[in-house]
Protein backbone atom coordinates (compact mmCIF):
# COMPACT_ATOMS: atom_id res chain seq x y z
CA UNK A 1 0.00 0.00 0.00
CA UNK A 2 1.00 3.39 -0.91
CA UNK A 3 2.15 5.99 1.91
CA UNK A 4 -0.65 8.60 2.67
CA UNK A 5 1.85 11.21 1.85
CA UNK A 6 2.61 10.45 -1.62
CA UNK A 7 0.83 13.41 -3.37
CA UNK A 8 2.73 15.77 -1.38
CA UNK A 9 6.00 17.47 -3.30
CA UNK A 10 9.25 17.14 -3.09
CA UNK A 11 10.55 19.97 -1.54
CA UNK A 12 14.30 21.43 -2.83
CA UNK A 13 16.45 23.97 -1.25
CA UNK A 14 19.94 25.96 -1.73
CA UNK A 15 21.44 29.26 -1.08
CA UNK A 16 20.03 30.42 -4.19
CA UNK A 17 19.89 29.34 -8.02
CA UNK A 18 22.11 26.43 -7.89
CA UNK A 19 20.31 23.82 -6.65
CA UNK A 20 18.31 24.44 -10.08
CA UNK A 21 20.93 21.83 -11.58
CA UNK A 22 19.91 19.93 -8.95
CA UNK A 23 15.59 20.06 -9.04
CA UNK A 24 16.67 19.52 -13.26
CA UNK A 25 17.93 16.11 -12.87
CA UNK A 26 15.77 14.84 -10.54
CA UNK A 27 12.88 16.23 -12.91
CA UNK A 28 14.52 14.07 -15.98
CA UNK A 29 13.69 10.95 -13.73
CA UNK A 30 11.26 11.44 -11.63
CA UNK A 31 8.87 13.61 -14.21
CA UNK A 32 5.32 12.88 -12.37
CA UNK A 33 6.40 14.48 -9.20
CA UNK A 34 5.58 18.27 -8.33
CA UNK A 35 8.29 20.07 -6.49
CA UNK A 36 8.71 23.42 -3.73
CA UNK A 37 11.87 24.82 -4.68
CA UNK A 38 13.27 27.63 -2.00
CA UNK A 39 16.04 29.79 -2.69
CA UNK A 40 17.13 31.47 0.67
CA UNK A 41 18.83 34.37 -2.11
CA UNK A 42 18.89 36.84 0.90
CA UNK A 43 21.34 35.05 2.87
CA UNK A 44 22.73 33.98 0.18
CA UNK A 45 26.10 33.12 -0.33
CA UNK A 46 26.28 30.56 2.11
CA UNK A 47 29.87 29.66 1.62
CA UNK A 48 31.78 32.22 2.94
CA UNK A 49 29.39 32.76 6.34
CA UNK A 50 30.82 30.57 9.67
CA UNK A 51 29.29 27.27 9.97
CA UNK A 52 26.76 28.03 12.65
CA UNK A 53 25.48 30.87 10.82
CA UNK A 54 24.68 28.47 7.78
CA UNK A 55 23.92 25.43 10.32
CA UNK A 56 20.66 27.65 11.50
CA UNK A 57 19.62 29.19 8.09
CA UNK A 58 19.44 25.89 6.81
CA UNK A 59 17.70 24.46 9.51
CA UNK A 60 15.55 27.20 8.97
CA UNK A 61 15.05 26.47 5.13
CA UNK A 62 14.28 23.17 6.60
CA UNK A 63 11.05 23.91 8.99
CA UNK A 64 9.93 26.59 6.32
CA UNK A 65 9.29 23.61 3.35
CA UNK A 66 8.46 21.30 6.12
CA UNK A 67 5.73 23.89 7.80
CA UNK A 68 4.38 24.22 4.40
CA UNK A 69 4.03 20.12 3.85
CA UNK A 70 6.26 17.78 1.81
CA UNK A 71 7.34 14.43 1.15
CA UNK A 72 10.85 14.36 1.35
CA UNK A 73 13.53 17.01 1.18
CA UNK A 74 16.33 17.17 -1.03
CA UNK A 75 19.22 19.64 0.58
CA UNK A 76 20.31 20.89 -2.93
CA UNK A 77 23.56 22.56 -1.78
CA UNK A 78 27.01 21.01 -0.28
CA UNK A 79 27.51 24.14 2.44
CA UNK A 80 24.11 23.80 3.86
CA UNK A 81 24.84 19.44 3.87
CA UNK A 82 28.03 19.91 5.31
CA UNK A 83 27.04 22.69 7.63
CA UNK A 84 23.68 20.80 9.08
CA UNK A 85 22.68 17.61 7.52
CA UNK A 86 22.67 15.91 10.44
CA UNK A 87 20.63 18.42 12.34
CA UNK A 88 18.00 18.64 9.55
CA UNK A 89 17.55 14.74 9.42
CA UNK A 90 16.61 15.03 13.55
CA UNK A 91 14.39 16.91 13.31
CA UNK A 92 12.76 15.89 9.87
CA UNK A 93 9.64 12.91 9.63
CA UNK A 94 10.58 12.45 6.05
CA UNK A 95 13.32 11.40 4.35
CA UNK A 96 16.49 14.03 4.01
CA UNK A 97 18.82 13.98 1.05
CA UNK A 98 21.80 15.69 1.21
CA UNK A 99 24.70 16.72 -1.29
CA UNK A 100 27.92 15.16 -1.21
CA UNK A 101 30.92 16.57 -3.62
CA UNK A 102 31.50 13.25 -6.10
CA UNK A 103 35.11 12.48 -4.50
CA UNK A 104 34.09 8.98 -5.01
CA UNK A 105 32.77 8.46 -8.45
CA UNK A 106 36.49 10.53 -9.51
CA UNK A 107 38.17 7.81 -6.90
CA UNK A 108 36.48 5.06 -8.91
CA UNK A 109 37.15 5.74 -12.60
CA UNK A 110 40.79 5.38 -11.25
CA UNK A 111 42.57 7.92 -13.56
CA UNK A 112 46.28 8.66 -13.34
CA UNK A 113 46.83 12.30 -11.66
CA UNK A 114 45.35 14.61 -8.96
CA UNK A 115 41.47 15.18 -8.17
CA UNK A 116 40.73 18.48 -7.23
CA UNK A 117 37.90 19.46 -5.66
CA UNK A 118 36.58 22.91 -6.66
CA UNK A 119 34.08 23.60 -3.53
CA UNK A 120 32.77 26.81 -0.98
CA UNK A 121 35.36 27.52 1.76
CA UNK A 122 33.05 26.10 4.19
CA UNK A 123 32.50 23.28 2.65
CA UNK A 124 36.09 22.36 2.28
CA UNK A 125 36.95 23.23 6.13
CA UNK A 126 33.77 20.82 6.88
CA UNK A 127 34.14 17.69 9.10
CA UNK A 128 31.73 15.93 6.35
CA UNK A 129 34.38 17.01 3.19
CA UNK A 130 37.25 16.39 5.52
CA UNK A 131 36.32 12.63 6.49
CA UNK A 132 35.39 12.41 2.36
CA UNK A 133 39.10 12.63 2.00
CA UNK A 134 40.58 10.97 4.31
CA UNK A 135 38.36 7.97 3.54
CA UNK A 136 39.57 8.18 0.09
CA UNK A 137 43.14 9.26 0.17
CA UNK A 138 44.97 6.25 0.14
CA UNK A 139 43.36 5.75 -4.17
CA UNK A 140 43.83 8.85 -5.14
CA UNK A 141 46.18 12.17 -4.12
CA UNK A 142 42.09 14.75 -3.69
CA UNK A 143 43.09 18.35 -4.05
CA UNK A 144 40.91 21.33 -2.26
CA UNK A 145 40.25 24.34 -4.43
CA UNK A 146 38.33 27.33 -2.60
CA UNK A 147 36.67 29.61 -5.39
CA UNK A 148 35.46 32.50 -2.90
CA UNK A 149 33.28 34.74 -5.01
CA UNK A 150 32.12 32.56 -8.06
CA UNK A 151 28.69 31.83 -6.52
CA UNK A 152 28.02 35.87 -6.86
CA UNK A 153 28.68 35.77 -10.29
CA UNK A 154 26.39 32.79 -10.77
CA UNK A 155 23.93 34.24 -8.92
CA UNK A 156 23.93 37.44 -10.69
CA UNK A 157 23.24 35.15 -14.18
CA UNK A 158 26.70 35.71 -15.64
CA UNK A 159 27.01 32.46 -16.44
CA UNK A 160 28.66 32.93 -19.42
CA UNK A 161 30.65 35.61 -20.55
CA UNK A 162 34.11 37.29 -19.34
CA UNK A 163 33.63 37.94 -15.76
CA UNK A 164 33.23 33.55 -15.49
CA UNK A 165 36.58 33.74 -17.80
CA UNK A 166 38.30 35.53 -16.44
CA UNK A 167 37.52 34.60 -12.72
CA UNK A 168 38.11 30.56 -13.70
CA UNK A 169 41.78 31.46 -15.63
CA UNK A 170 42.81 33.63 -12.22
CA UNK A 171 41.32 30.47 -10.30
CA UNK A 172 43.34 27.73 -12.44
CA UNK A 173 46.59 29.86 -12.57
CA UNK A 174 47.57 28.45 -9.29
CA UNK A 175 46.69 24.99 -10.57
CA UNK A 176 49.66 22.48 -12.22
CA UNK A 177 47.17 21.43 -14.36
CA UNK A 178 49.86 18.99 -16.02
CA UNK A 179 49.13 16.82 -12.38
CA UNK A 180 45.57 16.57 -12.16
CA UNK A 181 42.80 14.14 -14.12
CA UNK A 182 40.06 15.29 -12.60
CA UNK A 183 37.89 18.00 -11.52
CA UNK A 184 35.26 17.55 -8.89
CA UNK A 185 32.41 20.19 -9.04
CA UNK A 186 31.67 20.53 -5.26
CA UNK A 187 28.81 22.88 -5.33
CA UNK A 188 25.81 22.88 -7.60
CA UNK A 189 25.72 26.84 -8.51
CA UNK A 190 29.37 25.31 -10.39
CA UNK A 191 27.18 22.77 -12.51
CA UNK A 192 25.69 26.14 -13.98
CA UNK A 193 28.97 26.64 -15.82
CA UNK A 194 30.22 23.83 -16.28
CA UNK A 195 31.03 24.00 -20.27
CA UNK A 196 33.24 26.90 -19.05
CA UNK A 197 34.72 25.23 -16.79
CA UNK A 198 35.41 22.35 -18.94
CA UNK A 199 37.00 24.77 -21.45
CA UNK A 200 38.82 26.59 -18.73
CA UNK A 201 40.54 23.16 -17.86
CA UNK A 202 40.88 21.45 -21.29
CA UNK A 203 39.99 18.44 -23.09
CA UNK A 204 42.06 15.69 -20.97
CA UNK A 205 40.40 17.13 -17.90
CA UNK A 206 37.15 15.17 -16.58
CA UNK A 207 34.81 17.68 -14.91
CA UNK A 208 32.60 15.38 -12.70
CA UNK A 209 29.37 16.31 -10.65
CA UNK A 210 27.08 14.62 -8.42
CA UNK A 211 23.82 15.59 -9.85
CA UNK A 212 22.81 12.14 -11.51
CA UNK A 213 23.81 10.42 -8.08
CA UNK A 214 22.02 12.35 -6.01
CA UNK A 215 18.73 12.29 -8.59
CA UNK A 216 19.12 8.51 -8.38
CA UNK A 217 19.17 8.35 -4.79
CA UNK A 218 16.14 10.48 -4.43
CA UNK A 219 13.99 7.82 -6.66
CA UNK A 220 15.59 5.18 -4.72
CA UNK A 221 14.51 6.58 -1.38
CA UNK A 222 11.08 7.34 -2.62
CA UNK A 223 10.39 4.00 -3.80
CA UNK A 224 11.46 2.16 -0.55
CA UNK A 225 9.77 4.11 1.30
CA UNK A 226 6.11 4.05 -1.01
CA UNK A 227 6.51 7.55 -1.89
CA UNK A 228 6.66 7.42 -5.79
CA UNK A 229 4.00 9.07 -7.63
CA UNK A 230 3.35 7.44 -10.90
CA UNK A 231 0.34 9.82 -12.26
CA UNK A 232 0.75 10.06 -15.99
CA UNK A 233 2.19 13.53 -16.75
CA UNK A 234 2.78 15.24 -20.30
CA UNK A 235 6.19 14.38 -21.90
CA UNK A 236 6.90 15.53 -25.30
CA UNK A 237 10.14 15.13 -27.44
CA UNK A 238 11.42 18.39 -26.94
CA UNK A 239 9.80 19.28 -23.21
CA UNK A 240 8.62 17.62 -19.44
CA UNK A 241 5.79 20.13 -17.88
CA UNK A 242 6.09 19.63 -14.22
CA UNK A 243 4.53 21.94 -11.15
CA UNK A 244 7.37 23.69 -9.24
CA UNK A 245 6.09 26.57 -6.38
CA UNK A 246 8.73 28.63 -5.78
CA UNK A 247 9.75 30.87 -2.87
CA UNK A 248 12.36 33.37 -2.74
CA UNK A 249 13.64 34.88 0.41
CA UNK A 250 15.09 38.11 -1.72
CA UNK A 251 14.71 39.48 -5.37
CA UNK A 252 11.98 37.14 -6.54
CA UNK A 253 10.53 37.93 -9.21
CA UNK A 254 14.20 38.00 -11.13
CA UNK A 255 15.14 34.84 -9.28
CA UNK A 256 12.08 32.91 -10.03
CA UNK A 257 12.81 33.93 -13.66
CA UNK A 258 16.01 32.81 -14.08
CA UNK A 259 15.17 29.68 -12.20
CA UNK A 260 12.64 29.39 -15.13
CA UNK A 261 15.17 30.01 -17.79
CA UNK A 262 17.76 27.64 -16.58
CA UNK A 263 15.06 24.63 -16.23
CA UNK A 264 13.83 25.85 -19.84
CA UNK A 265 17.38 25.37 -21.22
CA UNK A 266 17.28 21.91 -19.63
CA UNK A 267 13.87 21.18 -21.82
CA UNK A 268 11.73 21.41 -19.04
CA UNK A 269 8.88 23.87 -18.59
CA UNK A 270 7.38 25.20 -15.20
CA UNK A 271 3.40 24.35 -15.52
CA UNK A 272 2.92 26.45 -11.95
CA UNK A 273 1.95 29.98 -12.32
CA UNK A 274 2.88 30.71 -8.09
CA UNK A 275 5.76 32.01 -6.55
CA UNK A 276 6.10 33.98 -3.57
CA UNK A 277 8.45 36.27 -3.34
CA UNK A 278 9.44 36.87 0.46
N1 LIG B 1 24.99 25.78 -4.13
C1 LIG B 1 25.71 25.90 -2.88
C2 LIG B 1 26.62 24.68 -2.70
O1 LIG B 1 26.37 23.64 -3.31
C3 LIG B 1 26.33 27.25 -2.84
C4 LIG B 1 26.73 27.73 -1.50
C5 LIG B 1 26.81 29.23 -1.34
O2 LIG B 1 25.76 29.88 -1.30
O3 LIG B 1 27.93 29.71 -1.19
O4 LIG B 1 27.56 24.69 -1.96
Known amino acids: MDNPNVKLSIG ?11 LAEIIKILPSE ?9 HAPYGDKPEGVVRALSIKAAEFLSSI ?10 TATGAAINEIRKMCVFPVIGMEPAV ?24 KFNELIRHHKHRSEIVPLPCPGLVEIIEKGHIHGQE ?17 SSVVLGCTHYVLIKEEIKKAVGKEI ?20 RLLNVIFRERSEISLKTNIRF ?8 VTRRCRQLLQNEGIICESEFSHCG
Open 164 to 180: IEDYLSRIFSTVDKEDV
Open 104 to 127: KPAVELALNGKILVMATPLTLKSK
Open 34 to 42: EFIYFADTL
Open 69 to 78: GIKCLVVACN
Open 206 to 225: VVIDGNYGTAKQVRTVLKDE
Open 247 to 254: FISGNGKE
Open 12 to 22: VFDSGIGGISV
